[in-house]
């Protein structure tokens, strides 16, 4: 009821422009989306521009048009919502009954790779699906399955900022 009561206050004086730091702190799942829908009603309706200051990165890509990266104090990037998106990483998640098999040739290939675990690696380039899976076929190898996966905000923020130092 605070959050809800902070935003009712701001709202009184009619702002064009209203200022949140983490509005969905506390709040339980029901409480979340009725901020969220709260906050793109105002936006939308009234044409308010909101500013949201939040580590709940998850929630602010269901909301966001822009955003801004702060590290220590400095804004270290700015993008837009459709920046972010093609910014952000995609790749695919392949699963196998052998990674070193698969290692080998997406080496020869020419794609960036990571290996998770005997049986996984996300491969970080476009490759033709058949083409990879008969050079596994070749080499015994089976694919067991193939999916197509984005970097989360999240995941692009560490990557970003230097994900080694927060650890």
């Known amino acids: 009821m605070k959050q809800r009561l902070g935003i009712a206050v701001a709202l009184c004086g009619d702002p064009d422009f209203l200022v949140l730091d983490e509005p969905i702190n506390g709040l339980d799942p029901q409480g979340i989306i009725e901020i969220r829908e709260l906050i793109l009603k105002l936006n939308r309706e009234r044409q308010i521009t909101v500013l949201i200051s939040s580590h709940i990165l998850d929630e602010l890509s269901r909301l966001a048009t822009h955003y801004g990266f702060i590290d220590r104090g400095r804004m270290v990037r700015e993008m837009s919502a459709e920046e ?13 009954s052998d990674t070193a098999a698969l290692a080998v040739v997406l080496d020869g290939m020419g794609a960036a790779y990571k290996l998770l675990s005997e049986n996984q690696a996300d491969v970080y380039a476009r490759l033709n699906v058949t083409e990879l899976t008969l050079a596994l076929h ?22 970003l900022v230097g994900g080694e130092r927060h650890a």
């Not at 972010?84 to 196998?96: F, G, H, I, Y």
């Not at 070749?138 to 999240?154: H, P, Q």
């Open 84 to 96: 972010l998106e093609a910014a952000a990483r995609k790749c695919m998640r392949v699963t196998v």
């Open 138 to 159: 070749e080499r015994g190898c089976e694919v067991r399955s193939i999916e197509e996966r984005d970097e989360s905000l999240e995941s692009f923020f560490v990557n």
